[in-house]
């Protein structure tokens, strides 16, 4: 079946730094991937959507210089936080749509997520 | 805008019983896709079930179905002979036809007792 994996599955970081996550579909090709963010016992609120070779489309409220969104390659896309602080701790997930599922809806896998925590 | 509401943010039921969860969403569009997600205690999202809002017959998977009231915008998600395994966070999405944009609800906590 299809796979995402997610790197790193849990991050630490200090406040100020940058953090980059990885989204990978393993054995399928994905023209798009989504990126949600998800607060303790809250839902899934998409950030953005990542064109494979395009940039990507940020959700109204997400900040595109702060979560950096690149999609270089069919199986890979990559979120950075960038000067990270304490409220950007949160669960970052990613799903990927199968290139070649065409026109059906429930091609989207999800990855296991990534908690990251700024100190 | 459209919205997904999940009003029972705990529910609890024992192995073999049947449980159901609520949702109710608001739209103004007439195509649209319907979803259950479990996400369990490893944070795995997991489709369970879709709806095509087109379709009056209700979607069915093994142990799980749905009761979709379109005039009344609810779709819930009747689980069937509930086992351990159930136990999980259960989310409600909606996705507009021709796109790829889910919108959550707020999830449905679900713990299966034995």
């Known amino acids: 079946g299809a796979v995402v994996s997610q790197h790193p599955s849990r991050v630490i970081c200090k406040s100020g730094t940058s953090v980059k996550i990885e989204c990978r579909s393993l054995d399928f090709q994905a023209t798009t991937m989504f990126w949600y963010r998800q607060f303790p016992k809250q839902s899934l609120m998409l950030m953005a959507t990542?064109?494979?070779?395009?940039?990507?489309?940020?959700e109204q409220g997400v900040e595109k210089d702060k979560f950096l969104i690149n999609h270089a390659s069919l199986t890979l896309s990559t979120l950075t936080v960038t000067s990270a602080h304490p409220e950007d701790s949160s669960f970052y997930i990613c799903?990927?749509?199968?290139?070649?599922?065409?026109?059906?809806?429930?091609?989207?896998?999800f990855g296991p997520g990534t908690r990251l925590t700024v100190l | 805008a459209q919205t997904v509401t999940q009003s029972q943010p705990e529910m609890s039921v024992q192995e073999a019983e049947t449980v159901t969860l609520s949702c109710t969403y608001d739209t103004s569009e007439s195509n649209y896709y319907l979803f259950w997600y479990k996400q369990p205690p490893s944070r795995q999202m997991i489709l369970v079930i879709r709806?095509?809002?087109?379709?009056?017959q209700n979607a069915t998977e093994n142990r799980f179905s749905v009761n979709f009231q379109k005039a009344a915008k609810s779709f819930s998600l009747k689980i069937s002979d509930s086992q351990l395994g159930d136990t999980a966070m259960y989310f409600c999405?909606?996705?507009?036809?021709?796109?790829?944009?889910?919108?959550f609800g707020t999830g449905t906590r679900l713990q299966v007792f034995p």
């Open positions: 799903s990927a749509r199968d290139r070649l599922a065409g026109g059906r809806v429930d091609t989207q896998y």
């Open positions: 709806q095509e809002a087109y379709k009056q």
């Open positions: 999405a909606f996705m507009k036809y021709n796109t790829d944009k889910l919108i």
């Open positions: 990542s064109n494979e070779g395009s940039k990507a489309t940020y």
